[in-house]
């Protein structure tokens, strides 16, 4: 059950796990933008300041935040450091993602395969967008 | 003599007795979430093999802390016995090498049978090889601590201090530029302590930030107030070292007994008070977030951690920080630290030895030249820089600037009561001693024989007639 916290962006990342670091790094800002915990326009640690909280090397923090603004959710500012982008900006493309379909499919693919039907897929992906607080502007 | 040699072990060994005893042997409790540094859930503490294990501490504890005192006594001893009091040092350095890696031992292996039964029973506290990050934290952390501009108030003291010890008398301006040099060390760990990690107390992002903002106010505070206090030690230090005073010798006593305690009670409160909050706000707060270290505390008290870039981290045992010894910079710290206190020992040791096995000798050569030899206070001058000669019963009173002084010989420099500066070649208690006038500087020799003594007096004087 997730908790209903406000304020709740704790970054968790796993050392040893298959996912390198860089990408948990990347997926949990990107949920907790979604889910409301880091709101538009709101400031995030320097690469340094992150890197030294979670004991990680600087190159590590650097690239997932690359990723993350070539991806649109993040600007970096040269004077304020990094910042979650506005609301505005994010929403500029109206297309989906670019590979949203390509990492839905191997989703589902394998859901299908371990028996899970349609509508228990459909009951959890309602829960999961309760969950998602984000409001793009209109 | 023995009782200034006495009081100096004595007062070090006691000192040394309650650092161990508060930091070791609250370890048989269950705090913070941990039993002799092992991380356990509360409910692990019902089981009954843990008794034991704290039983059994206690008891090793205490019998280690009673033989270690009973090693004491040969050293009492020793220092009673006048023959063997510069080799009493020497006894106690081995006691403190010893008493050091025994007194551990009783955690070590209370901490080893801990994690054992916690392997065993599978009492995991959080996942390992976690890290978590606070976002909001890990940015504003210091935002209420103590600006590193305000460093340049102690600094300033000390960079003072120098500018008076260069005017007045540049011989000890040595000690300001100690001063210098600690308030830059104060100024470093302030500095360093700013980029160590936010602990990660709960999920509660407003309780994570406002207790990590309190503990880096009161930290850089407390740096600063006691790189401040310090800078106050310095002068005084130089003052005494200037007044020709012995009788103040006293008060210097206790100004240095108190400036070194002022710093450790300043430390002591306020790692109290921090700790106190953070009890009095989690307690309130049941959202704990919790990692599983063990395997990187290996000893307890250590930390190696290859996946960890921090240098500093804070303890398992005892307050303040320690460092991951799996960086470079980490080792260097430890095995630095350690280097310096063993060459210390080392060479303080052999200074020692060899100053109770070599004794200074006076010889007059044929190109009226006198030339005194001893390790370290060799002294040559000419026969005609004598402005007086004597042979008298008494030396006067003074203190050691740089030199050896035990209960029966002194040699170096000394500042002695009514003449200044001397060199003392002398075996105390040992009338007659010759007693030499030169421009600079006042000079005491005698020999262990004063038959010999007055020999050699009667050689000098004959060579300074025209």
Redesign the interface.
């Known amino acids: 059950m997730v908790?209903e916290?406000r304020?709740?962006?704790?970054?968790?990342?796993?050392?040893?796990s298959e996912t390198p670091i860089y990408e948990q790094l990347r997926n949990q800002i990107v949920i907790?933008i979604a889910t409301g915990q880091?709101e538009p326009m709101e400031?995030?640690?320097?690469v340094r300041?992150?890197?030294?909280?979670?004991?990680?090397?600087t190159m590590t923090v650097n690239k997932a935040y690359s990723l993350l603004k070539q991806e649109g959710y993040i600007v970096i500012d040269r004077r304020h450091g990094a910042k979650v982008s506005s609301r505005a900006s994010a929403s500029a493309e109206s297309q989906p993602p670019a590979r949203l379909e390509e990492q839905l499919q191997l989703i589902i693919a394998q859901a299908s395969i371990h028996g899970v039907k349609r509508s228990q897929f459909d009951d959890l992906c309602n829960r999961i967008f309760a969950r998602m607080k984000y409001e793009p502007q209109p | 003599m023995f009782v200034t040699f006495t009081l100096i072990h004595l007062v070090t060994i006691l000192i040394l007795y309650s650092a161990m005893w508060a930091t070791y042997r609250p370890q048989a409790r269950y705090r913070n979430g941990m039993l002799f540094a092992v991380t356990l859930p509360a409910h692990a503490m019902e089981h009954p093999a843990l008794v034991n294990i704290q039983s059994r501490f206690k008891r090793q504890f205490m019998q280690v802390s009673l033989w270690m005192g009973a090693a004491v006594i040969p050293l009492v001893a020793m220092n009673a016995w006048k023959d063997y009091e510069g080799f009493s040092f020497i006894y106690f350095f081995l006691w403190l090498a010893v008493f050091l890696f025994v007194i551990v031992v009783p955690f070590r292996r209370a901490f080893r049978a801990t994690l054992a039964l916690k392997r065993e029973q599978e009492w995991f506290v959080g996942?390992?090889?976690?890290?978590?990050?606070?976002?909001?934290?890990?940015?504003l952390?210091n935002a209420k601590s103590a600006p590193i501009g305000l460093f340049v108030i102690p600094l300033a003291m000390s960079v003072g201090t120098l500018l008076w010890a260069m005017s007045e008398d540049e011989t000890y301006a040595g000690i300001a530029y100690v001063g210098i040099l600690t308030t830059f060390v104060f100024l470093l760990v302030s500095f360093y302590m700013r980029?160590?990690?936010?602990k990660?107390y709960s999920?509660?992002?407003?309780i994570?930030l406002s207790l990590n903002q309190a503990r880096r106010r009161s930290l850089s505070y407390m740096w600063l107030m006691v790189a401040i206090v310090e800078n106050l030690h310095f002068p005084l230090v130089y003052l005494f070292i200037q007044e020709d005073n012995a009788s103040l010798a006293g008060v210097w006593l206790a100004a240095a007994v108190l400036f070194s305690a002022i710093p450790v009670v300043i430390l002591i409160l306020t790692y109290r008070r921090i700790h106190a909050r953070e009890q009095e706000v989690l307690s309130q707060d049941g959202?704990a977030?919790y990692s599983d270290d063990d395997e990187y505390w290996a000893n307890g008290f250590t930390y190696h951690n290859p996946?960890?870039?921090?240098v500093f981290v804070p303890k398992r045992v005892g307050i303040g920080e320690t460092v991951n010894t799996a960086t470079l910079t980490g080792k260097m710290i430890a095995w630095g630290s350690i280097g310096l206190v063993a060459a210390t020992i080392i060479v303080v040791s052999f200074l020692l030895i060899r100053s109770e096995l070599t004794s200074p000798t006076l010889t007059l050569t044929a190109d009226r030249q006198v030339e005194i030899d001893y390790p370290m206070y060799n002294y040559d001058f000419s026969l005609a820089d004598i402005e007086q000669l004597d042979l008298v019963d008494q030396v006067p009173k003074g203190f050691k600037t740089n030199g050896e002084s035990k209960s029966n010989v002194a040699r170096g420099k000394f500042s002695l009561n009514g003449l200044g500066a001397t060199r003392l070649y002398i075996y105390k208690n040992n009338p007659p001693y010759i007693r030499m006038k030169l421009k600079s500087t006042y000079i005491f020799y005698n020999d262990q024989d004063p038959e010999r003594t007055k020999q050699l007096y009667a050689q000098l004087r004959n060579s300074m007639q025209p």
């Open positions: 908790s916290v304020n709740r962006m704790v970054i968790s990342l796993q050392l040893d907790g880091l400031r995030l640690p320097t300041q992150l890197a030294e909280d979670l004991g990680i090397n | 996942k390992k090889n976690v890290v978590h990050s606070d976002l909001r934290v890990a940015r952390k980029r160590t990690k936010a990660v999920e509660n992002s407003d994570n959202q977030i996946y960890d870039r921090a």
